[in-house]
């Protein structure tokens, strides 16, 4: 049974930094792609970065490029999300997500995360 569990969001002020991490278990994904999704309240779902298990090559949304950085450790089965320079409109509930044929495209995605909350204050 595949699972992934989303951990160390919180409240941060502006500017602030955060990691977040997701564990996988169940399999692992050295064929895949694994991204981080966020969700504000009202809104929809939308793409903020990803990571090709295998060679670690990553896209991001153009949003995030330059303060956000994707990265994974094979060996632990980890992908994390180091967020730094974050704005109040980051605030979101973040999802990790993994087996996808189209990075950016939520619904191709197989398997979620229950989300981790990430609050930037003013």
């Known amino acids: 049974q595949v699972q992934l569990a989303e951990s160390g969001g919180g409240l941060v002020q502006a500017g602030g930094s955060l990691r977040l991490s997701c564990a996988a278990s169940?399999?692992?994904?050295?064929?895949?792609?694994m991204g981080w999704f966020r969700q504000a309240p009202e809104k929809e779902r939308e793409f903020v970065a990803a990571i090709k298990w295998i060679d670690g090559t990553t896209s991001y949304e153009d949003s995030v490029k330059g303060r956000f950085t994707i990265s994974r450790d094979n060996a632990k089965n980890m992908l994390y999300l180091q967020m730094n320079s974050l704005k109040p409109e980051d605030t979101a509930a973040y999802f990790c997500?993994?087996?996808?044929?189209?990075?950016?495209?939520?619904?191709?995605?197989?398997?979620w995360g229950h989300g981790t909350q990430v609050t930037v204050s003013s």
């Open positions: 169940g399999r692992t994904f050295s064929n895949s792609i």
């Open positions: 997500a993994a087996e996808t044929s189209y990075y950016a495209d939520a619904a191709s995605y197989a398997y």
